[in-house]
């Protein structure tokens, strides 16, 4: 019989068991032996209770800046690197550590929202009563947990994220349940043509050269005069960003992954046309979605914005509008002829999949789904 030490013997394990290298992080809150061994100083509500997954461009930072005029809602602090985005499920941050993700949900933020103080948030032990609605609530369980929680619940009180890569991870879905099993996932979606093009034109600002070398219709066709004069690197650039503009837009492909691990009435798609043209709806079902307390009056808080031609957030104190960045809501020219009819084709299995599973769901397909299958 051979001993080890234990850095030896975790060397040794992984090497007979290299596919266990992969860590997969489970929530210390639903399992008592992990809770009770817990630092007191940690606690459940610092996960959120509910994510934004994207896709990019449909959106998600309008929502993202809605949802946080809700008083119930608090979100993360930013990224030095990804800024408002954590990108904790999708990506090397996952090999990170759950502590590492926790430190975006400070308590101290939560107390002063909340007017409590830290040690009160963390006495707080919030059990999920109902795995299907991802309802939280607050117990008495002494018998169950041994550190002690108080005996009032705290229903208004959620920290949320937005990360808009973690739609089309495939592996986020399967990380993102095995942490936050009872979160509820907030989907949104546009045209995949359009989602396409603003993307294009997203690192045309950030100057990626082969979107500034290369027209919009040579990325996503690829058909390029004298393609075979390309170099390698410059051939790999223009994959990856053809990759970027079509792959996430494959709603239904993404859309299945998740309902994998997520019952359907976890998850709720938004349409972004909707989201962009009307949000004063969108808001009041996703409140009724997220059972939000309490359910507040939009209209008090966005208004349409003529000079940026979006709805923006309403500032309390001067009754002005403040509206997202310049990166947000571009002017570009619209989208060629070409590439439109080309897109159309791409997309169109794509389309009609996510219309069949719109159907399975009983969700009324969005105005620009229907337009597009209408068209030959
Ligand atoms: P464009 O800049 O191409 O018009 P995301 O935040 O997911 O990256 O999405 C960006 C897109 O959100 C913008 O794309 C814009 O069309 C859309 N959008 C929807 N509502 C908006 C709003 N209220 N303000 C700014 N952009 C909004």
């Known amino acids: 019989l051979h001993s080890l030490s234990p850095i030896q013997m975790a060397k040794k394990y992984f090497q007979i068991y290299p596919e266990e290298r992969d860590p997969i992080w489970m929530n210390p809150c639903d399992d008592k032996r992990h809770y009770n061994i817990w630092s007191p100083n940690k606690s459940c509500y610092q996960f959120p209770r509910f994510l934004i997954v994207g896709p990019q461009k449909t959106g998600s930072t309008a929502l993202y800046t809605f949802l946080q005029l809700h008083p119930s809602l608090l979100t993360n602090v930013p990224s030095n690197r990804t800024f408002e985005e954590i990108q904790f499920f999708n990506g090397p941050n996952y090999h990170k550590g759950i502590d590492w993700y926790m430190q975006f949900f400070p308590l101290s933020n939560l107390a002063d929202k909340f007017n409590m103080t830290t040690s009160t948030i963390s006495n707080i032990t ?223 299995h794509h389309n009609l999949a996510l219309s069949k599973l719109l159907n399975r769901l009983r969700i009324s397909l969005p105005n620009w789904l229907v337009t597009e299958l209408s068209r030959l």
């Open 126 to 348: 919030p059990t999920v009563n109902n795995a299907n609605n991802g309802t939280m609530m607050v117990h008495n369980q002494r018998n169950y947990f041994s550190r002690t929680p108080p005996i009032y619940a705290e229903e208004s009180m959620h920290y949320f994220e937005k990360s808009s890569t973690y739609f089309d991870g495939e592996q986020v879905p399967m990380r993102v349940h095995s942490l936050l099993p009872h979160a509820r996932i907030v989907i949104i979606l546009i045209n995949p043509t359009l989602r396409a093009y603003s993307w294009y034109q997203h690192m045309r600002v950030h100057n990626l050269s082969v979107a500034l070398d290369f027209s919009f219709y040579e990325v996503v066709s690829l058909n390029i005069p004298d393609k075979h004069l390309i170099d390698k690197g410059t051939m790999k650039r223009l994959r990856d960003l053809r990759n970027r503009c079509l792959n996430p837009g494959m709603y239904a492909i993404h859309i299945e992954r998740w309902l994998s691990f997520f019952p359907s009435q976890q998850i709720t798609i938004i349409d972004g046309e909707e989201l962009r043209h009307n949000p004063i709806s969108v808001m009041d079902r996703l409140q009724t979605f997220l059972k939000l307390e309490p359910h507040i009056d939009y209209h008090q808080k966005i208004r349409f914005d003529h000079h940026k031609g979006f709805f923006c957030s309403i500032n309390p104190s001067t009754n002005n509008t403040k509206c997202l960045g310049k990166s947000k809501g571009r002017q570009y020219p619209k989208i060629d002829r070409l590439s439109g009819k080309y897109l159309h084709r791409y997309f169109w």
